[in-house]
């Protein structure tokens, strides 16, 4: 995976602040800060003690010369300030999901959401403006690796919507995981039956339920609305978030991607039939 400087410090800066704690300021000693680096440093310093509304006003008084520091560690502390996502619940998805960095971190990382009571309509507005405002970084590296996060964090929000205790599990998915697994997905009896949407489940299939306007199976990252996004979980909205991740792994992950970047990839496929799509996720969380 070829990774630039820019993202390489950034990266480091992040994680490094992570894994020492709130109590350690790694960029403090600076005092009314005006040019860009002391701007910078003291808004780090800010999001490292998780003064979040502090870290975003100092963030935003950075000037265009720094648009790819301020556009994407801006969206990061918008992320934890809502506590959408954060490199440390990366991490400790990870361990619990056995360091590997399989399946069980990406079921973990939904689960952080659906304890947190956070999968919303709202959320998905405030997710979709964040991956939106990604679009000015210049440095495609940056760019693919701050879109990717926002859109896998889409993803996570839109299945923990459908956990119904707190905890997601494959009976939230489809109404019956065993024979779903090795179902014919496409047929019209029982295997269709067992791929469908559980009772009372409440992330909904492609052409109804969800509130949006009709299917709405073209739904797009990029381009619909908010209001479109911000209606119930479905499986038309994953297909509009997995459909923009190629360009993503294009821009920072080469053709041999591992663990949980290679669950991830995975999603590219999925198939826009409800029951087929539902069985394909189902799969990929629980292989």
Do not use: H
């Not at 950075?62 to 992320?79: P, Y």
């Amino acid at each position: 995976m070829k990774i630039n400087s820019l993202l390489f410090g950034f990266l480091f800066l992040l994680t490094l602040s992570t894994t020492l704690g709130c109590g350690a300021n790694l960029f403090g000693g600076l005092s009314k800060p005006s040019s860009d680096p002391q701007i910078l440093s003291a808004a780090r310093a800010a999001l490292d003690q998780g003064n979040y509304q502090q870290a975003s006003d100092l963030y935003q008084q950075l000037s265009s010369n720094s648009n790819d520091f301020k556009v994407s560690e801006l969206g990061l502390t918008q992320l934890a300030q809502g506590s959408l996502f954060s490199y440390s619940d990366l991490i400790v998805a990870l361990g619990t999901g056995g360091g590997t960095g399989d399946a069980n971190t990406l079921v973990n990382l939904i689960n952080v959401l659906a304890q947190r009571n956070l999968a919303t309509t709202g959320s998905r507005g405030s997710l979709l403006t964040i991956y939106r405002n990604q679009a000015s970084i210049a440095d495609p590296v940056l760019k693919g690796w701050m879109q990717f996060i926002v859109a896998t964090t889409m993803f996570n929000d839109l299945l923990a919507a459908a956990a119904k205790n707190s905890s997601f599990v494959a009976a939230d998915l489809v109404a019956n995981p065993t024979v779903c697994k090795t179902a014919n997905c496409a047929d019209a009896g029982a295997g269709t039956a067992a791929c469908t949407k559980p009772a009372g489940g409440s992330f909904y299939d492609n052409a109804s339920g969800d509130g949006s306007s009709g299917s709405d199976a073209a739904i797009s990252m990029d381009t619909s609305p908010l209001s479109e996004w911000e209606t119930s979980a479905s499986m038309n909205k994953v297909i509009g978030l997995t459909s923009v991740l190629p360009a993503q792994f294009a821009s920072f992950a080469g053709p041999n991607v591992a663990g949980y970047l290679a669950i991830l990839k995975k999603l590219e496929g999925i198939p826009s039939a409800d029951a087929c799509g539902r069985q394909f996720i189902l799969d990929i969380l629980y292989p």
